[in-house]
């Protein structure tokens, strides 16, 4: 079975400065992963995926992520965090065959301190 | 551009009774997704749908069913509620049944159970 771990149910971080929120997968082949964002009391918006080709992908609202194979990993960068990037972020896994439905990680709360 | 449409977006029910909610995808998306998520988890996928038949069952309870319509369209019947059902249920749809293709999620619907 796969699955995704996220490091940190809450991550808080300044205005500007670096955002990261990390994701880890376990799964017998590399899978397809993506990045969910969700507001509060609102749908989940993708934020960005990877299946094939570049491993630095890059997403909507100044995010990208890059996988590295190597490491199990797929973290979450933003260079400088803005206020309304508050928000809980889900990582997410499907698999390549069979199944492919996406299976979310816990979810990273992240604030932006002014 | 056309999004994924849930209805009702919020629902009161009390124990015991039986709820529907209703799903609509984006146009020209034969792929229907139901993901429950309780307060503060991460989404859990109950079913999925591909061309009106079942793709992937997740954690979805007996008392629960689910089918897809001619028009793709879909609907999550949950009877004999109970407390722990209170959640907030969410429609995705995509383009195929195929990995990596994108899930476009709904707002939800949100259900609490007295």
């Known amino acids: 079975a796969q699955s995704v771990t996220q490091l940190g149910s809450h991550v808080s971080v300044s205005e500007g400065a670096l955002v990261l929120l990390r994701c880890n997968y376990s799964s017998s082949v590399p899978p397809y992963l993506f990045w969910y964002v969700q507001y509060p009391n609102q749908g989940l918006q993708l934020l960005l995926k990877y299946t094939t080709g570049a491993t630095l992908v890059k997403g909507i609202n100044g995010f990208e992520a890059e996988f590295k194979k190597s490491e199990t990993s797929f973290h979450l960068t933003k260079p400088s965090a803005h206020m309304s990037d508050a928000a809980e972020y889900f990582c997410?896994?499907?698999?390549?065959?069979?199944?492919?439905?996406?299976?979310f990680g816990s979810g990273t709360r992240l604030q932006v301190q002014p | 551009a056309a999004g994924v449409i849930q209805s009702p977006r919020h629902l009161i029910k009390e124990k015991r009774e039986t709820a529907t909610l209703k799903c609509y995808p984006i146009p020209r998306h034969d792929t229907v997704y139901w993901y429950q998520q309780g307060p503060g988890q991460d989404p859990q996928l109950l079913i999925s749908?591909?061309?009106?038949?079942?793709?992937d069952k997740g954690s979805i309870p007996d008392r629960f069913s689910a089918q897809q319509f001619s028009d793709y369209h879909s609907e999550l019947n949950m009877s004999s509620l109970e407390l722990g059902d209170s959640a907030l249920y969410f429609c995705?749809?995509?383009?195929?049944?195929?990995?990596?293709?994108?899930?476009?999620f709904g707002e939800g619907s949100w259900l609490t159970v007295v």
């Open positions: 749908f591909y061309e009106k038949m079942q793709s």
């Open positions: 995705a749809s995509s383009p195929r049944d195929r990995a990596g293709n994108t899930i476009y």
């Open positions: 997410a896994v499907s698999r390549i065959t069979g199944r492919r439905a996406l299976t």
